[in-house]
C-alpha cells in the first residue's frame, strides 16, 4: 500500500493551495480517507475527512469554510483545496486511509499515510 502525497509550497497569507495524494495498492472506494497536519513542536491533528461512498465530508472546526476534501474514485486520489491560508496552518500534511470504513478523527485508527508534504504560509 502507498499513499503519495503532493502539492505543498510556499504561500502568502489569503492565498491558495491544492494537495492531491495518489493511492495505490488498497481498494480505494472501500477506504475513509482524511487529511492530517502536524506543526512543529505539536501532535498531529485531524484537518478533513471524506467517507467511502457517497462522499459525505467532515472537517476540524479550524479549517471548515476554507478547505475542502474531495476524492476521485477514478483516479485513487484524495485531494485537499485550501483556501484563505493562515500563517497558522504552516504544517506538514499526510492523507490517510481508515480500511475499516470508520469515520474517524483519531489518527490512531487509520492504517496508511503517505509520507507528508510541507506547506508554508507567510504573513
Known amino acids: 500500500v502507498q499513499l503519495q502525497a503532493s502539492g505543498g509550497g510556499l504561500v502568502q497569507a489569503g492565498g491558495s493551495l491544492r494537495l492531491s495524494c495518489v493511492a495505490s495498492?488498497?481498494?480505494?472506494?472501500?477506504?475513509?480517507l482524511a487529511w492530517f497536519r502536524q506543526a512543529p513542536g505539536k501532535e498531529r491533528e485531524f484537518v478533513a475527512g471524506?467517507?467511502?461512498?457517497?462522499?459525505?465530508?467532515y472537517y476540524a472546526d479550524s479549517v471548515k469554510g476554507r478547505f475542502t476534501i474531495s476524492r476521485d474514485t477514478t483516479k485513487s486520489t484524495v485531494s485537499l483545496q485550501m483556501n484563505s491560508l493562515k500563517p497558522e496552518d504552516t504544517a506538514v500534511y499526510y492523507c490517510?486511509?481508515?480500511?475499516?470504513?470508520?469515520?474517524?478523527?483519531?489518527?490512531?485508527?487509520?492504517?496508511?499515510w503517505g509520507q507528508g508534504t510541507l506547506v508554508t504560509v507567510s504573513s
Open positions: 490517510a486511509a481508515n480500511r475499516r470504513g470508520v469515520e474517524t478523527i483519531d489518527r490512531n485508527q487509520y492504517d496508511y
Open positions: 495498492g488498497i481498494t480505494f472506494s472501500s477506504v475513509v
Open positions: 471524506i467517507r467511502r461512498s457517497g462522499g459525505a465530508t
